[in-house]
C-alpha cells in the first residue's frame, strides 16, 4: 500500500516534469501548427497519469475500507471516532522511507495511509482529473496550455504529499508547493495587471500564515521529540495545555491561510482571475481543502486546546455568515461561488470545532463534488456567453441544457435540498454544532454564536444560490459579450442594440471535454452523500431544509416581481457593504498595506540617496583627485624638465642648510 500510495503522488510530478521539458520537443518551435501539437502532447502528459493515480488511490480507498493489506508497512490503530469509540483495530499502514538527521529533531521520510488519507486522496485524484480533461477544451487555443496543466499535475502531487504523508516536514513540503503552484496558476493570464496583482496577493496573504504554521510545527516536533504525526498524536497527553495551545494557534494561522478563512480570507475572491478549471481544482480539492484536512490530522493535538476550538469556532462563525452574505451581492458568478467556498469551509471548521471530524470530513468530501461541479458549469456558461458577470446572462436553460441541469443538481446540493449530497452532509454538520451547545468542548458563548450564525447561514445560502441560478438561467439576457481580447479570456459584458431588441446573444453547449466531466461530477454531486443516509437526523433535516427555502423563496419573490432586475435590491442599503465584503479589504489596505508600501518607498528612497549616494559619491570624488593630479600630467616637457631642476634645487639647498 506505501509503494502504491508513492507511484500515486509520482506519477502527476513526474507528468509536470515532463510536461514542463518535453510538450515542445522536438525542435521547440512556437505558433500555428506548432502550438497546436503541442498542446495535444501536453494533454496526454497530464491527463494520462492523472488517470492512473486516480485508479491507485481509489484502490488504496477500497483496501482500507475493506481491510485489505498488502506489501510492508506498520499497522495504524484507528482514531477513536466522534464518541470517543474506537472501531476495529487497524485503519491504516504507515511506513518511513528515509530518516534525515538534523542535528536535533530528525526529518522521517514516510507515508501514512489511512481512512482519512484514502478518503481525500480519491477527492482530490478525481477532481483534478475532471479538471485536466475539461482544461483540454477550455484552454484549446491557449499557447500557454503545455505550462498550465504541468502546473495542475504539479499542484495535485503537493496535494497528494500532504494527505500521505507520515512526517509534519513532508508535510510541510507539499504544503508550499501548493502555494506556489497557486501564483503560478492565478497568475495564468499574467498579461493583465489585475491577474497578476491576485496571484501576488494570494501568494502574500498564504506565506502570512504559512509562517506561523511552520513554527507551530516546530513546537510540536520539539515537544514530542519527533515530527512523525503518529508520535505527536501519541504525545499530546505529555504536554502541557500552554504548548498546545500556542502550537495549535501558531497552526490555525496557516489553515486560516490556506482555507481562506477569517481573517486571512481576502485571497481567494481576487484568485477567481485564473482560469475557471484552476478555480475548481483550488476550491473542492486542493488548496483550500489543505487547511481542514490539517485540522482532521492533528485532531487530538487541537481537542487538547480548548481555547483554540474557541477561536476556531467564532471564525467560523464570523466566516460563514459573513461570507455568504457578500456571494448574495456579487455580480461576477465565479465570486458568488468563490464566496459561497468560503462559507462552507467554515462549516467544516464549524464541525470540528464543535468536536466532530466525521461530519467536517463528510462535508469535505460533499463539498468537492458538488463545488467542482459548479466551478466547472460556470466556465461552460462563461465560455458560452463570454462573461462572468450574471447581468450578461440570463435565459440560459434552452441554449445550455446539459449545463442547466448539472448546475441545478450543485446548486441543489450546496442550499443542502434533498436527495443532493449537500442535503446530508449539512444535516451532520448541523447536528455536531447542535450538540456542541449541551455536550462538547465549546463555551457555552462560542457554541450558541457558532449555532445561531450556522442557521443564518442555511437561510443565506439558499438565497445567494437561488439568486445566482435565477440570474443565469432564467429571464431574459440582458447583454452581449464584447469580443474577446485573448482566448479564454472572461470580461465583463456590455449593453447593445441587439438586448434592447431582444435579440440575445448566441450560446451553445461546451464541447465535450469540457461537457462530460461536468456530466460525470453530476452523478457523486447527487448521490454521494446516501454514503451517511444511516445518520440522518430528520428533525434537524427538515428545519435545514425550511429554512434553506425561506431564504431561497424571498429571493424567487423578489426576482419574480422584476426578473430584469438584481434580487439582491431587496438588501437596501446593506448592498454595498455586502458586496465590498464588509470593506475588510480596505481596512486591511489601510492598516498595512499602505504603511507598508510607504516603509517601502521610504527604504528604496534611503536606498537611492544613502547607498547608491555613497557609492556615487565616492566615484565623484575619485574623479575630482584624478583631475587634480591630471593637471601635471600634460605632456608639456618643458613643464617636466623645469619640476626636475626644481626639485634638484631643493634638495641641494637642504643638503647646504642642513648638511
Known amino acids: 500500500m506505501i509503494v502504491t500510495a508513492a507511484l500515486a503522488i509520482l506519477l502527476p510530478f513526474l507528468a509536470a516534469a515532463a510536461g514542463l521539458l518535453g510538450s515542445r520537443l522536438p525542435g521547440g518551435r512556437r505558433g500555428g501548427a506548432a502550438d497546436t501539437a503541442a498542446n495535444r502532447r501536453a494533454a496526454w502528459i497530464a491527463v494520462v497519469p492523472t488517470a492512473t493515480s486516480t485508479v491507485l488511490t481509489l484502490w488504496l480507498a477500497y483496501a482500507t475500507w475493506t481491510g485489505v493489506r498488502t506489501g510492508g508497512g506498520t499497522p495504524v490503530a484507528p482514531a477513536p471516532d466522534d464518541r470517543g469509540a474506537v472501531q476495529g483495530t487497524v485503519d491504516g499502514v504507515t511506513a518511513t522511507l528515509a530518516v534525515i538527521p538534523t542535528g536535533s529533531v530528525p526529518i522521517s521520510v514516510g507515508l501514512l495511509v489511512d481512512g482519512l488519507a484514502a478518503s481525500v486522496a480519491v477527492l482530490v485524484t478525481v477532481v483534478a482529473l475532471a479538471v485536466q480533461i475539461y482544461s483540454v477544451g477550455y484552454l484549446a487555443d491557449d499557447r500557454r496550455y503545455p505550462s498550465y496543466s504541468s502546473f495542475v499535475s504539479l499542484f495535485t502531487s ?62 510540536l516536533g520539539t515537544e514530542a521529540g519527533s515530527f512523525k504525526i ?202 455536531a454544532i447542535e450538540r456542541s451547545i449541551s455536550a462538547g468542548p465549546l463555551t457555552d458563548a462560542a457554541a450558541l454564536l457558532l449555532y445561531g450564525c450556522a442557521l443564518a447561514t442555511v437561510a443565506v445560502t439558499g438565497a445567494y444560490a437561488t439568486r445566482a441560478w435565477l440570474r443565469t438561467f432564467f429571464g431574459a439576457r440582458r447583454a452581449v459579450p464584447s469580443p474577446e481580447t485573448a482566448s479564454g479570456t472572461a470580461h465583463a459584458a456590455v449593453p447593445s442594440p441587439e438586448t434592447a431588441s431582444g435579440v440575445a446573444h448566441a450560446a451553445h453547449e461546451a464541447p465535450p471535454t469540457m461537457r462530460w466531466p461536468i456530466v460525470v461530477l453530476a452523478v457523486p454531486a447527487l448521490l454521494l452523500g446516501f454514503a451517511g443516509v444511516a445518520e440522518i437526523h430528520w428533525d434537524t433535516a427538515a428545519l435545514s431544509v425550511a429554512v434553506a427555502l425561506l431564504g431561497a423563496g424571498a429571493v424567487y419573490g423578489v426576482w419574480r416581481s422584476d426578473p430584469l432586475t438584481d434580487p439582491a435590491r431587496a438588501l437596501g442599503p446593506f448592498r454595498v457593504p455586502c458586496e465590498r465584503a464588509f470593506y475588510v479589504d480596505s481596512v486591511y489596505g489601510m492598516l498595512f498595506v499602505r504603511p507598508a508600501l510607504g516603509l517601502a518607498h521610504l527604504v528604496a528612497r534611503a536606498d537611492r540617496r544613502v547607498v547608491d549616494g555613497a557609492v556615487r559619491g565616492s566615484g565623484r570624488v575619485t574623479l575630482d583627485l584624478a583631475g587634480l593630479v591630471r593637471l601635471a600630467q600634460n605632456g608639456n616637457a618643458q613643464l617636466y624638465i623645469t619640476g626636475l631642476l626644481a626639485g634638484v634645487l631643493l634638495l641641494a639647498v637642504g643638503a647646504v642648510m642642513f648638511g
Open 158 to 219: 503537493a496535494m497528494l504529499l500532504v494527505v500521505y504523508a507520515a512526517d509534519l516536514m513532508v508535510l510541510y513540503v507539499g504544503w508550499e508547493i501548493m502555494g506556489l503552484c497557486s501564483y503560478l496558476l492565478v497568475g495564468h493570464w499574467w498579461e493583465d495587471r489585475a491577474n497578476s496583482r491576485a496571484a501576488i496577493k494570494a501568494f502574500l496573504v498564504t506565506r502570512i500564515g504559512d509562517v506561523g504554521f511552520l513554527f507551530g510545527i516546530f513546537v
Open 230 to 431: 503518529a508520535d505527536v498524536v501519541a504525545g499530546v497527553p505529555e504536554m502541557s495545555s500552554g504548548t498546545l495551545v500556542a502550537a495549535t494557534m501558531l497552526l490555525l494561522a496557516g489553515v486560516a491561510g490556506k482555507s481562506a478563512q477569517v481573517p486571512l480570507h481576502v485571497w481567494l475572491p481576487d484568485a477567481m482571475a485564473g482560469p475557471t478549471p484552476i478555480s475548481a481544482l483550488i476550491h473542492a480539492a486542493t488548496m483550500v481543502a489543505a487547511g481542514i484536512f490539517i485540522i482532521a490530522r492533528l485532531y487530538p493535538v487541537f481537542l487538547g486546546a480548548g481555547p483554540t476550538l474557541d477561536v476556531l469556532a467564532v471564525l467560523a462563525a464570523l466566516g460563514m455568515l459573513g461570507a455568504a452574505l457578500a456571494a448574495l451581492a456579487q455580480d461576477d458568478l465565479k465570486r458568488v461561488l468563490a464566496y459561497s467556498t468560503i462559507s462552507q469551509l467554515a462549516y467544516m471548521a464549524g464541525a470540528l470545532a464543535a468536536g466532530s471530524r466525521s461530519s467536517a470530513i463528510f462535508h469535505l468530501i460533499t463539498h468537492g463534488a458538488f463545488k467542482a461541479l459548479l466551478f466547472l458549469c460556470a466556465g461552460a456558461v462563461i465560455h458560452a456567453v463570454g462573461s462572468n458577470l450574471m447581468s450578461g446572462m440570463g435565459g440560459l436553460r434552452r441554449e445550455l441544457p446539459v449545463t442547466f441541469v448539472t448546475m441545478t443538481v450543485g446548486f441543489a446540493a450546496l442550499i443542502g435540498l434533498p436527495p443532493a449530497s449537500g442535503f446530508f452532509s449539512k444535516d451532520k454538520v448541523l447536528v
